[in-house]
């Protein structure tokens, strides 16, 4: 009697096709290559404490649409800056919140106010060398707009955004609070402008509201000055000299507190 042969040993898929070379359809696809770091980005990373997982995410956050040769904006800051914006808000909200537990609503709707402003962004930004790593067109590039306000302070928000999508809400917190630790405990400017100061000045000594009136006008038409003079009865006027009439307001305003000896407003904390 002839044996029957035994069948022979069916082999996997997986392992056919790792010997043939070709992926089989069980297998996870390959990783995506990871984009190398732009030079001078790992300089920034130090600069800032913290170290990116998904070095794209640093590239977009620092790429200005001028940049792109597609135009598409989506492959530019302009996102991650809408993003950082609002995280930015909510962390100077809540070291406000702790830092000055005796603070009105109003005081530190002001303080957050002063630190999230363009300006403040801009000055963090140049605080961590940020314009010699942003990305940009020619054109842009040879405009000055690595040192540009408006650029910076987009940028620095990006950032924020960038780190706040790569390592969570405690590395974005982290970050804000190593750059604006020290400007939210001593402010570069009063909370209160010189006019708003005046007025609440004038209305706790039972004075009227003070009154301005333009008493000149200098200059070219695209460049005037203003002169404007603030009165309060009893008292005598304070002149201010400005490029605007709410400028010149202001400086008039200032220059009156000044010469009756009340100082900026900086807050109770």
Known sequence: MRRKKKPAPTVPAAAVNAKSGAPSASSPAP????KRRRKGTGALEDRIAYR???ADLLD????HISALSSGNRAGSYQRLEFLGDHVLGLVVS???FRTYPKANEGELSRRLADLVRKETCAEMAREIDLGVVIRLGSSEAGSGARTRDAILADVCESLIGAVFLDGGYPAAAALVEKLWDQRMRTPARPLRDPKTTLQEWAQGRGLPTPTYREIGRSGP??????RIAVELPKLAPAEGIGPSKRAAEQAAAQALLQREGVAPDRGNG
Do not use: E, I, N
């Not at 990783?31 to 990871?34: C, D, G, L, S, T």
């Not at 977009?60 to 790429?63: D, E, I, K, N, Y």
């Open 52 to 54: 990116f997982k998904d």
């Open 94 to 96: 809540d070291m406000l």
């Open 31 to 34: 990783a995506a290559p990871r």
């Open 60 to 63: 977009c956050a620092l790429t």
């Open 221 to 226: 038409h695209h460049s005037p000055q203003f």
